[in-house]
């Protein structure tokens, strides 16, 4: 899986060096459950999109390589990021959250429908803990910890810029942890901070050189349709990380 250090004296990553990873990871096959649904739902289709080729493969992350501010998701949708190939794109919870972005000046529009559709971010890379699509949105925690190298290997590159990391949902604030210790050589604190909308661990480095975490609800519509997770809430929690990232 190559090397996990970069230091933060390093020049930054290429976009080609991001792209590689991408390519790697959209070939991952390492989870025969996560496999055979990615491409089941992919062959099978929702009735409104029949006439579309699904992605039907592992989603990488999207955005730029010097980025200072990483959002961290759960998993792909299966008719979302699965079908068009792109996180967070084609679905609901997209919607809340690409608007949100574009509020907060960190996307060059309000909506993510595909992989053309000529959105841009700006300083934010998005991501998911898990790249597949998992059955009811929830990978078994074998598979969880089988995708997580690839979460290392991308926070190794983005490590020269990278500055806070949104975690959308307690699944993707536990999955930071490893990251913590795996890329940066931070031992997690005991116990853990507990995940909350708006919960902050800042690791106590003046540099800035690891990552603040800072949560947030998951845009999910189960969240977003019921209030719990309102435009409002969303767009203080990025507001919140463009200062954490020295943007504002
Ligand atoms: S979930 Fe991750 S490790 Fe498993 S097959 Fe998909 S990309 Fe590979």
């Given at each position: 899986?190559?090397?996990?250090?970069?230091?933060?004296?390093?020049?930054?990553?290429?976009a080609a060096e991001l792209a590689a990873l991408d390519a790697q990871i959209s070939a991952c096959r390492a989870c025969p459950r996560l496999v055979a649904w990615?491409?089941?739902?992919?062959?099978?289709?929702?009735?409104?999109?029949?006439d579309q080729e699904y992605w039907g493969r592992p989603v990488p992350g999207f955005g730029p390589a010097d980025a200072r501010i990483l959002v961290l998701g759960?998993?792909?949708?299966?008719?979302?990021?699965?079908?068009?190939?792109?996180?967070?794109?084609?679905?609901?919870?997209?919607?809340?959250?690409?608007?949100?972005?574009?509020?907060?000046?960190?996307?060059?529009?309000?909506?993510?429908?595909?992989?053309?559709?000529?959105?841009?971010?700006?300083?934010?890379?998005?991501?998911?803990?898990?790249?597949?699509?998992?059955?009811?949105?929830?990978?078994?925690?074998?598979?969880?910890?089988?995708?997580?190298?690839?979460?290392?290997?991308?926070?190794?590159?983005?490590?020269?810029?990278?500055?806070?990391?949104?975690?959308?949902?307690?699944?993707?604030?536990?999955?930071?942890?490893?990251?913590?210790?795996?890329?940066?050589?931070?031992?997690?604190?005991?116990?853990?901070?507990?995940?909350?909308?708006?919960?902050?661990?800042?690791?106590?480095?003046?540099?800035?050189?690891?990552?603040?975490?800072?949560?947030?609800?998951?845009?999910?519509?189960?969240?977003?349709?019921?209030?719990?997770?309102?435009?409002?809430?969303?767009?203080?929690?990025?507001?919140?990380?463009?200062?954490?990232?020295?943007?504002?």
């Open positions: 899986m190559g090397p996990y250090r970069r230091t933060a004296a390093q020049p930054a990553v290429t990615r491409e089941e739902v992919a062959a099978v289709k929702r009735a409104a999109f029949r759960l998993a792909p949708a299966a008719h979302g990021g699965n079908r068009t190939g792109r996180i967070f794109t084609g679905d609901r919870s997209g919607d809340v959250l690409f608007a949100a972005m574009h509020r907060t000046g960190l996307a060059n529009q309000p909506t993510s429908v595909s992989r053309d559709d000529g959105l841009t971010l700006r300083h934010v890379r998005i991501a998911a803990a898990v790249r597949c699509a998992p059955p009811d949105n929830k990978p078994t925690p074998v598979e969880r910890d089988t995708c997580a190298p690839w979460l290392h290997r991308e926070v190794t590159l983005l490590r020269p810029t990278l500055r806070v990391v949104i975690a959308l949902g307690a699944f993707a604030w536990s999955a930071w942890w490893p990251t913590l210790s795996t890329v940066y050589g931070v031992r997690p604190p005991v116990p853990r901070p507990a995940f909350g909308h708006g919960a902050l661990f800042r690791p106590g480095d003046t540099a800035g050189a690891v990552p603040a975490l800072l949560g947030s609800y998951h845009v999910s519509q189960q969240n977003t349709f019921t209030g719990r997770l309102t435009p409002a809430m969303l767009d203080d929690v990025l507001r919140q990380a463009r200062e954490l990232a020295g943007l504002d």
